[in-house]
């Protein structure tokens, strides 16, 4: 059992959509972060959310943390095909000792 | 930049085996950590270490060993590869305590098992 869930698990969009993706626990997080994965590649960080409630921009992706810190979503508009990759969440437990990954998002952005 | 390097990208190897991944980073990091990565089961944690010569057990350490005897380098080691070992790994290293959650991946090693 994955202690991040993320959703949706795959994602096929046209270029120029918008979309949303999910990371939730039960369990609740010092912070969150977003990592992209490009094929053959290692994961990038994006972002780290540290504030329930809080919002991130990063262009055209929104990044929020939910108020109670247990969830998290990422949302992009007007997809692009470069946006194309896994997108994983992963979150730091409330002791700060462990560092969990959810299983990902694979999204394809088709021009 | 961060840069962390691993030793090979692609390596395939017989059952029984010992095999060793290394990993490098340049930045003077104090945590590197090791991961597995598998279809539908994200990235899991097979070691990690805060210090030279310093290891702690991840989720799933069974058939691995790690070394680090230089705070810039972190081996992954298998004792004896079985074919249930095939998989992506990936090293990753992060500033200090502090900031202990924000971590910088290598590029991956593609390790196969036959």
Same mark, same amino acid.
């Given at each position: 059992?994955?202690?991040?869930?993320?959703?949706?698990?795959?994602?096929?969009?046209?270029?120029?959509?918008?979309?949303?993706?999910?990371?939730?626990?039960?369990?609740?997080?010092?912070?969150?972060?977003?990592?992209?994965?490009?094929?053959?590649?290692?994961?990038?960080?994006?972002?780290?959310?540290?504030?329930?409630?809080?919002?991130?921009?990063?262009?055209?992706?929104?990044?929020?943390?939910?108020?109670?810190?247990?969830?998290?979503?990422?949302?992009?508009?007007?997809?692009?095909?470069?946006?194309?990759?896994?997108?994983?969440?992963?979150?730091?437990?409330?002791?700060?000792?462990?560092?969990?990954?959810?299983?990902?998002?694979?999204?394809?952005?088709?021009? | 930049?961060? /840069?962390?390097?691993?030793?090979?990208? +692609?390596? *395939?190897? %017989?059952?029984?085996?010992?095999? #060793?991944?290394?990993?490098?980073?340049?930045?003077?990091?104090?945590?590197?950590?090791?991961?597995?990565?598998?279809?539908?089961?994200?990235?899991?944690?097979?070691?990690?270490?805060?210090?030279?010569?310093?290891?702690? /057990?991840?989720?799933?350490?069974?058939? +691995?060993? *790690?070394? %680090?005897?230089?705070?810039?380098? #972190?081996?992954?080691?298998?004792?004896?590869?079985?074919?249930?070992?095939?998989?992506?790994?990936?090293?990753?290293?992060?500033?200090?305590?502090?900031?202990?959650?924000?971590?910088?991946?290598?590029?991956?090693?593609?390790?196969?098992?036959?």
């Amino acid at each position: 059992t994955q202690l991040l869930e993320q959703s949706p698990q795959f994602l096929s969009i046209q270029e120029g959509e918008n979309l949303t993706v999910y990371c939730n626990s039960s369990s609740v997080f010092s912070s969150l972060q977003w990592y992209r994965q490009e094929p053959g590649e290692g994961p990038v960080l994006l972002v780290t959310v540290v504030t329930g409630g809080e919002v991130k921009k990063l262009k055209r992706l929104t990044f929020q943390f939910g108020d109670a810190r247990k969830d998290s979503s990422l949302h992009i508009t007007a997809a692009q095909p470069g946006d194309t990759g896994l997108y994983l969440c992963a979150g730091v437990g409330p002791n700060f000792n462990k560092f969990y990954f959810g299983s990902g998002t694979k999204l394809n952005v088709k021009p | 930049d961060v /840069k962390v390097t691993q030793s090979s990208r +692609y390596l *395939v190897k %017989r059952t029984g085996e010992k095999v #060793f991944l290394e990993c490098v980073q340049d930045m003077d990091h104090e945590n590197m950590f090791w991961y597995r990565q598998d279809p539908g089961l994200g990235l899991r944690l097979i070691y990690f270490s805060y210090d030279v010569k310093m290891k702690e /057990k991840g989720d799933i350490p069974e058939g +691995y060993s *790690v070394s %680090r005897e230089k705070k810039e380098r #972190f081996s992954l080691i298998l004792e004896s590869a079985s074919t249930n070992q095939t998989s992506m790994y990936l090293c990753a290293s992060s500033l200090g305590r502090a900031s202990f959650y924000e971590q910088y991946f290598g590029p991956g090693t593609r390790l196969t098992v036959t």
